[in-house]
């Protein structure tokens, strides 16, 4: 008879006392098929029960096997498909953190890079400040100094230039401006200064930028009213002043003189003496010997002698003798009198010349930065005559009218004194510098002390009664500098800070003012301030401060200046560059940032003062040119600089170690979770291998007894 493993029959238990617990006989365990099954031999159901049995056995020990030496739970698809799916979808998570990590660090590596370099650059540029100060004490430096201080700024500069070209990072420069981001904002007129620090481009790669300007950034001002001052006049000057002329003699034959006298008279010098004539305390003395025939050539030569006088002889005077000017009275003339076309302060001091020409006619001219009227004599016939030399002043100048005065004396005795209207007056006879004084008035009313507080410092300022408004405001712009504070005085006199904004300051504190001072009471403020620029970018209030603006939003970062003052709207994009950083795990623009960073070169470090680059030799802002200038530039360089890495430190310690911890424990989060959902817990697995071991064992030996069950049923057939 053939036995076949389909003909066991299934065994419940086993009378070996060693056998486990589960394998002994028990009352409560039932045969599958029955009991009446025993005497079969076609078919051994025990046997195939105990194959079953053992088969599933084998299954668990295997997977037992599997997992203990893989370390996974899962390891096909038919383990744990839900948990497969869940856990490759986290692997796929991890794998992206992973490299999101190290694109962190290269990114911590690249600034780092970059701002090593730009410390270099400070080093340097604060060397060249330092330079540009000591050069500034050009009392004390020799020029040899002051050019050796110019070839360490020239060595700075080519420093400067070579880190711009040479910090590179596997090949890519960093300093140079090509990671900078590309923009059309150089096309705006009213833009002075613009950085971008970062964008985020998008799937479009680019961004359009909007500004408008509510309200432009304004100076802190405060105004002196015309009150503060005397009243506006038309400057005048009264030239040659005390003029007089007295006629001796008829109207055909007489003897004019003119000059610089109140009064003439006519004594007997006593017999044989000569003609003579000479001036104490303003009366003109003319001494003739009254018993002989005096000739008025005589006298003409005898006054023409005196200084300030003139005199002419009109026909043949036959006899000039003590009784002739007995009752002369002289006549006083205003002179020539010379008044500014317009009223104001502007005319005051002008410093009128008299000087002696070559060519034949008086000709006069203005300089209005010298404030000085020239007349220059002509040496023609009556040239020198005042009525030639207000036609003179009328022809050449737009800024003054003259003309000739008519006396304001005595009547004179009939015969004796007649006016004569246009005075002669012998070039020697006149002044050689007249004045107009501060009869143009805008001028301080009483001596005036006080205190000019600007954003940059404060001044104390003491001015004294007469003081004109352009002379105030000389005196504050020579100290602008020091106070931040200059003054105007086209109009009213008005005081301004030198910057824009909240920060802008300008206060008047009057210390003293003098009896009749009129200054205080005209200031329409003592302390004001100026209000910094307020404006919208895409929509968003931008932060301002002066004249700059900026914003900090997740797609746009960026902060420039405009004109100071400026109120006109505009718009840019900015269309690419940058150096884009992955800091994600998913490829998308909300997982990445974009940096600018701009160039170092001398060329390109700067902002309104001017450039870098011009600090060097023979440049507009050489230690020789305009140290000054170099100042500004130089401060506002280092500025620049300071910001960038601020800017780079500020990304790299935010920025990026904050997302180098964030994916860190994001990553050990989703690793965990991984693992409690992949990973085979050696413990359990270790139980359940021992298990199917034994399951494995006991099957085994079910089987073989499964199997011995057919013979017996020979034993029926003996």
């Not at 990671?179 to 200064?193: C, E, K, L, P, R």
């Not at 009243?231 to 000059?259: F, H, R, Y």
């Not at 043949?316 to 007995?326: E, R, W, Y």
């Not at 992949?678 to 499964?706: C, K, P």
Request: charged content about 15%.
């Amino acid at each position: 008879m053939r036995w076949t493993q389909s003909h066991a029959l299934y065994v419940q238990g086993h009378s070996d006392a060693s056998a486990p617990n589960w394998l002994t006989p028990s009352t409560q365990h039932q045969p599958i098929f029955g009991n009446n099954n025993m005497t079969r031999i076609n078919t051994n159901v025990s046997s195939l029960v105990a194959q079953n049995r053992l088969q599933s056995s084998n299954n668990d020990l295997q997977q037992s096997l599997t997992r203990l030496s893989t370390g996974l739970r899962i390891n096909s698809g038919s383990d744990d498909p839900a948990g497969l799916l869940a856990s490759e979808a986290l692997r796929g998570e991890i794998t992206g953190l992973t490299k999101s990590i190290s694109n962190t660090q290269r990114a911590s590596q690249i600034i780092s890079t970059a701002d090593s370099a730009l410390g270099q650059v400070s080093n340097l540029l604060n060397d060249v400040r330092g330079l540009v100060v000591e050069a500034a004490n050009s009392g004390a430096l020799s020029k040899e100094e002051i050019a050796a201080n110019q070839l360490q700024i020239d060595s700075s500069l080519e420093a400067i230039n070579r880190i711009s070209q040479t910090t590179t990072f596997q090949g890519r420069k960093l300093l140079d401006g090509s990671q900078d981001f590309v923009s059309t904002a150089s096309g705006v007129s009213s833009i002075s200064d613009i950085s971008i620090d970062q964008a985020n481009l998008g799937k479009t790669g680019k961004i359009d930028v909007e500004v408008v300007i509510n309200s432009a950034a304004t100076q802190a001002t405060a105004t002196a009213a015309d009150s503060g001052f005397s009243a506006a006049a038309q400057a005048t000057a009264t030239t040659p002043a005390g003029i007089n002329s007295v006629t001796l003699g008829d109207a055909t034959n007489n003897l004019t003189i003119e000059g610089q006298f109140d009064s003439v008279e006519v004594i007997d010098g006593g017999a044989s003496s000569a003609t003579s004539a000479s001036i104490t305390d303003g009366v003109l003395t003319i001494s003739v010997d009254a018993a002989a025939t005096v000739t008025g050539a005589s006298v003409v030569t005898a006054l023409n002698g005196v200084s300030g006088v003139y005199a002419e002889e009109t026909g043949t005077v036959a006899d000039v003798n003590a009784s002739a000017a007995t009752d002369a009275t002289a006549i006083e003339g205003a002179g020539l009198s010379i008044t500014a076309a317009d009223s104001g302060g502007d005319f005051n001091n002008v410093q009128i010349n008299y000087v002696a020409g070559d060519a034949a006619a008086t000709t006069a001219s203005y300089d209005a930065d010298q404030k000085a009227l020239t007349v220059t004599i002509g040496t023609g016939a009556g040239e020198n005559n005042l009525a030639a030399i207000a036609a003179a002043i009328n022809a050449g100048t737009t800024e003054f009218d003259a003309e000739v005065a008519d006396g304001t004396g005595a009547t004179p005795a009939a015969g004796k004194v007649t006016e004569y209207g246009e005075f002669t007056i012998d070039t020697a006879d006149l002044p050689a510098v007249g004045s107009t004084g501060n009869t143009g008035g805008e001028v301080l009313n009483a001596d005036l002390v006080f205190q000019l507080s600007g954003e940059n410092g404060a001044e104390t300022f003491n001015f004294g009664a007469g003081t004109t408004k352009d002379q105030i405001a000389a005196a504050v712009n020579l100290v602008s500098d020091s106070t931040g504070v200059s003054a105007d005085a086209t109009g009213a006199l008005e005081f301004s800070s030198t910057g824009f904004g909240s920060d802008a300051l300008v206060d008047i504190d009057v210390i003293s003012e003098g009896a009749g001072g009129t200054f205080k009471g005209s200031l329409d403020n003592t302390r004001s301030t100026g209000a910094d620029i307020v404006a919208t970018v895409n929509g968003v209030e931008a932060n301002g401060s002066g004249n700059s603006l900026s914003i900090n939003t997740s797609s746009l970062d960026l902060s420039l200046t405009v004109d100071d003052g400026s109120s006109t709207n505009f718009s840019f994009s900015i269309t690419g560059g940058g150096a884009t950083f992955q800091l994600g795990p998913d490829v998308t623009s909300t997982q990445q940032a974009s940096l600018g960073i701009g160039s170092v070169s001398t060329g390109q470090l700067g902002g309104a003062s001017g450039r870098l680059y011009e600090l060097g030799s023979g440049q507009a802002k050489s230690l020789t040119n305009d140290v000054e200038g170099a100042a500004k530039v130089i401060d506002e360089v280092i500025g620049k600089v300071v910001g960038l890495r601020g800017r780079l430190g500020s990304f790299q310690s935010t920025t990026l170690e904050s997302n180098l911890v964030s994916l860190n424990e994001t990553k050990a989060n989703l690793q965990e979770a991984e693992s409690s959902i992949r990973d085979a817990d050696f413990a359990q697995e270790s139980a359940n291998l021992t298990r199917a071991q034994i399951l494995v064992q006991s099957g085994t030996n079910v089987l073989s007894l499964a199997n011995q069950n057919p013979r017996n049923v020979l034993s029926l057939l003996g």
